[in-house]
């Protein structure tokens, strides 16, 4: 397997992001689908939690942090969207009641699909990634935090501008993520709107804040600052942190693509307010080699295994 060319190497490492068009053949986009419907279909509401994504960005609402959340990290978890829910809860069972199916009702999947589902190991861990990976530099690539994004029409959340690492946090940061469109994701539907150059240090990419666990037992997420190294081995030069101007592209790509996204770099993606929805599978690598380490307040945990291994 080939990696990616030295061009397009220079371009991830100059923009923070490489989009890679036709990454995923239509045969391999049908099968996650598939997958996807069955299990957003196949999930027991009844016993479910009812736990929402929420992003915690707006100082009124807290970061989603229960045990369903905190534990999902080895498993297949259902987060619903906020908007799906009604003001008042369901008059017979005194829970949240829901104003639309469940399956069009749910913001994401997560948080080990690509060790799972079948469908979903088969793009994650495969010999064609441990390429683009190698490329990049990792030398023990592991595969953690996978998820199925689903903004659904018209309540699809918005993520606000945040950099990946802070939620993988390596001392020192390595996190990169792969991002498939799943469909045709563009203006309109919620697409990535990736801000160019900005995980670089001289334009303010160092990782000042991280997402973790509460600390002293007490149950919960919260950002803290970040005291550890900002930038990953080999950007430690770029000291200046003058705010970045942004540079914003927004992304108009087919189903099939995939975004490769640095760890540093500053990304979001408006609500989906049209009617079609916009699946996006992801998931991220971090280093698992000596001189990299994985910090044990990050809000996922290792299972007792260790995260997977992209080099076999
Ligand atoms: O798919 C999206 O809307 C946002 C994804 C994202 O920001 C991420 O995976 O880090």
């Known amino acids: 397997m080939s990696g990616l060319t030295e061009a397009q190497v220079a371009s991830f490492h100059e923009n923070g992001y490489l989009v890679l068009p036709e990454y995923l053949s239509s045969t391999e986009v049908t099968s996650l689908l598939t997958e996807t419907n069955t299990l957003l279909n196949d999930f027991d509401l009844d016993t479910h939690p009812l736990t929402q994504f929420t992003t915690g960005d707006d100082d009124t609402t807290d970061h989603v942090g229960d045990d369903y959340f905190l534990n999902s990290g080895d498993k297949i978890r259902f987060f619903f969207e906020p908007d799906a829910f009604s003001q008042e809860p369901d008059p017979l069972t005194g829970r949240a009641a829901l104003l639309k199916p469940k399956n069009l009702a749910v913001n994401k999947i997560g948080h080990s699909l690509h060790s799972l589902s079948e469908p979903f190991k088969a793009v994650s861990l495969n010999e064609r990634n441990a390429a683009v990976a190698r490329s990049l530099g990792f030398e023990d690539p592991r595969v953690l935090q996978s998820m199925l994004i689903c903004k659904q029409p018209s309540i699809g959340g918005a993520v606000p501008s945040h950099q990946d690492s802070e939620f993988l946090y390596t001392d020192p940061p390595s996190a990169v993520g792969w991002w498939y469109a799943l469909q045709d994701a563009g203006h309109g539907n919620g697409t990535l709107g990736m801000i160019k150059g900005s995980h670089k240090g001289a334009k303010g990419g160092h990782i000042k804040r991280r997402f ?94 260790g995260f997977s291994k992209l080099f076999q």
């Open 212 to 305: 973790v666990r509460k600390s002293g037992g007490v149950p919960g997420t919260e950002f803290i600052q970040n005291e550890g190294p900002s930038l990953p081995k080999g950007m430690e030069e770029e000291k200046v942190s003058d705010p970045a101007e942004e540079d914003l592209e927004i992304l108009n790509v087919k189903a099939g693509s995939l975004v490769l996204i640095h760890g540093n770099v500053l990304h979001k993606s408006e609500k989906n307010t049209s009617d079609r929805s916009r699946y996006a599978y992801t998931f991220h690598v971090i280093e698992g080699a000596d001189g990299w380490k994985y910090d044990e307040r990050n809000w996922l945990q290792p299972p007792k295994e």
